[in-house]
């Protein structure tokens, strides 16, 4: 069983797969806080299942180092053998990486390398590919740079809007997700190992 800290910016539908995958009792990991940069609208999927909640908010600090720092205090209180980010918004600072790497995944919306940043989405449509998907990553301290662990791919349509297709990316990605998790917690994955590749 590992411990899983999740952070977050928005509606959190990653962080509830995760909560409902981690409410079966064969589920090898357990959710014991979620972190956001902002009081997301997801953080009520976390207090639906009686697990704590933080925000650590940017705009409170002079610094990216001073927020990595407390970001980094409040995650290390629950001493988490993995930290998910699911749709956290915000690059996590170096100070912040290398206290908890190579134990910090990402979920991002297209086949990266391709489309790394926040509107990978958009960035995917404007390029006009025939596909695109979802990425699970270890987080390094680059930009959506660290090693791929999984992938998932989704067909994009001629009609298909920004709205359209992120709504397809996360059907898939939300099962790409849990099933990463499972994967480390097996130790089916080895972070170790793959950023030493
Ligand atoms: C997800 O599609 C995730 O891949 C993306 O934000 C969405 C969050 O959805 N992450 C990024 O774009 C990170 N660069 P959710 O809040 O419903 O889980």
Do not use: Y
């Amino acid at each position: 069983m590992i411990d899983v800290l999740v952070l977050i910016s928005g509606t959190g539908s990653n962080l509830r797969a995760l909560l409902d995958a981690a409410a079966q009792a064969d589920f090898p990991a357990r959710i014991v806080a979620v972190g956001s940069d902002t009081d997301a609208p997801g953080f009520a999927h976390a207090r639906e299942f009686g697990i704590p909640t933080f925000v650590v908010s940017p705009p409170a600090f002079d610094s990216r180092e001073s927020w990595g720092d407390e970001l980094r205090s409040l995650v290390a209180l629950w001493n988490p053998d993995l930290v998910v980010c699911a749709g956290f918004m915000r690059i996590l600072p170096a100070n912040f990486v290398r206290a908890f790497a190579p134990h910090i995944i990402n979920v991002h919306p297209a086949l990266l390398p391709l489309f790394p940043g926040a509107h990978a989405v958009r960035d995917a449509l404007a390029a006009g590919v025939h596909e695109t998907g979802s990425t699970v990553h270890v987080v390094d301290e680059g930009v959506d740079t660290g090693p791929i662990i999984d992938q998932v791919r989704v067909a994009v349509d001629a009609r298909d809007t920004e709205e359209s297709l992120h709504e397809k990316i996360k059907q898939i990605e939300r099962p790409l997700l849990v099933d990463t998790v499972v994967s480390i917690a097996h130790g089916h994955i080895d972070l170790k190992e793959l950023v030493a590749q």
